[in-house]
């Protein structure tokens, strides 16, 4: 029986040994199991088995010569077998132009993989670069949905207000434990609740109720909060107009209202114009706080996250509070960092202690 | 632009040539005011220029081409002509042991400023004796140019190059295109050596033709055209010095080349052209080299015959597709 010795494979990525010396001589004996050649990869030399008893009839990689993975290395027959005239040639030959050889070398292609389409199956070079394209990490496409509608002009909006105004995000942490109370006593919403706040906060700190209007900052002498509503055919922003001079009550029922009739696309234009702040939450979906953009023309909006549990520290002592996070973006043309803060501080003081908001 | 025929632009070429410069003169067979040359590419000239400047001589191209030799070197710019370019085998010495080498042998301290003008090619039913191509011994031998115009543009503005050239010159005309027109420029200008003429821009295939086979490539890649094969034909104009560079870039971009030559296969320009490929742009090519060349045959007196060995469209095409 005719046993070839195989080049091994000691990596993943080799491809080639050397090696670097037999331990038998032709003719010699050899005992299956035993080491007959010691090979080297890039890291690593290796003791080559025999991977059959017999007598090592020849060797066909001399030392010191680099031989591709799986190619022959020797060849073990029984002690009295002829060796067949001509040694196995394992693997058939690949026929691909000198092009195609040359773009699949340059991209270490292996030549075997590909399917020629060439005269006689010759492997072209447009062969190689439909491989080259296959590899290109693109995503196949399932369907395309034209850009239109109300996706349309949230695309433009936000991609213009992102592009105009350079955008800064505040976050503060907000005790709800009153709120919670005071919405559980008045059958609201938190966001009712949050619409308050914000009205009366803007009312103080107007400059952050305005819009930058080329070389001047526009103070709106109305309190408009617009409310994002997540609908069927995309994000709409009902506006409550007047925010300020109305009761947490008022808010909650028009609010109701607003939002009912933005789910079944039926607000008038009024409704949806006008606004000068914005809220937007998310705390329904779990979120914690995220960055929102403003939505033009106005200066900043509030980004609400959800109303959870948490163990905070009061004093001096470890309790578990309903907390919600606040994340303010504004614009930074128009307002510092400093202002900002102060009116999210005053929003989170109405939230805590929400019996100003009843006044 | 005016169109003339190849036969007018070589006559033009030589007539603004000699015009200009006394030292140029014609010497052939029958090129004179009685015969006005084979092709009638010299008629007027012997009456423009006188005889002393458009020599008969008797039926030896051997002297033809000795004279020549002997009065360039003497600073002389002779044209001659060889009545059928099949005959510059017995001028043969002189052309390639004496006009080549001289400016060799000599160290250069004289050159050999000639012009032999032949008529290549078959297809007019003429036989062995007068329907070869053999540029292929020429490019063989060192110190000699080689110039296969296959335009009217092309012979007037390589021959006034070749004249003016101070090496001799092989001027390789085709019988079968003395009579087709082209557009000539009134003005002057000359054709430079050594620049190919992409005759057509493609992607698919390169075609590599010369002389009368620039017409059967153009044909054959306007057929293909049609099925959807896109050709680039080039034509080196001139196989010494040959435009290696058009060549290359051409198979750089198409992959594919196939050589198209009148000459028989074995040895022919042809083979040089595909070696130059295969050393300079090997792993440019996307399929084996094609070369659509005479088989190794006499060319036969027979019409059919003569049409069978000649390589035309059909092979052409067929060699496209071959390696498509």
Redesign the interface.
Known sequence: MVTNVLMPRLSLTMKEGTVVQWFKKEGEKVEKGEPVVEVLSEKVTYEVEAPASGVLRKILAEEGMDVPVAETLGIITAPDEKLPEVAEVTGERIIA??????LAREHDIDLAQIRGT??EG?I???DVQRILRELEVVPRVREVIPLTGIRKTAAERVSASAKRAPHSTITMEVDMSDTARLREKLQVSYTDVLVKAVAKALREHAIINSTLEKDAIRIFADVNIGVAVATDRGLIVPVIRDADKKSIEEISSSLRELVDRAKQGNLSKEELTGGTFTITNLGMYGVDEFTPIINPPETAILGVGRVVERPVVKDKEIVVKPVMKLSLSFDHRVVDGAPAAEFLREVKTYLEEPSSLLR | MRKITYRDALREALREEMAKDNNIFIIGEDVGRYWKGAFKVTKGLAEEFGDKRVRDTPISESAIVGVAAGAAITGMRPVAEIMFGDLSTLAMDQIANQAAKLRYMFGGQTSVPMVIRMPFGAGVNIAAHHSQSLEAWFMHTPGLKIAMPSTPYDAKGLLKTAIRDDNPVMFFEHKLLYPIEGPVPEEEYTVPFGVADVKRDGKDVTLVATLYMVHKALAAAERLTKQGVDLEVIDPRTLIPLDKKTLINSVKKT?RVVIVTEDCKTGGASAEIAAIVAEEA??????PIKRVAEPDTPIPFSPPLEQFVLPDEERIIKAVK???
């Open positions: 132009s000198p092009a195609a050889k040359r060439g005269p010759r072209v070079e447009e | 992959g090997l792993d440019y090519l996307d399929a071959e390696i498509m």
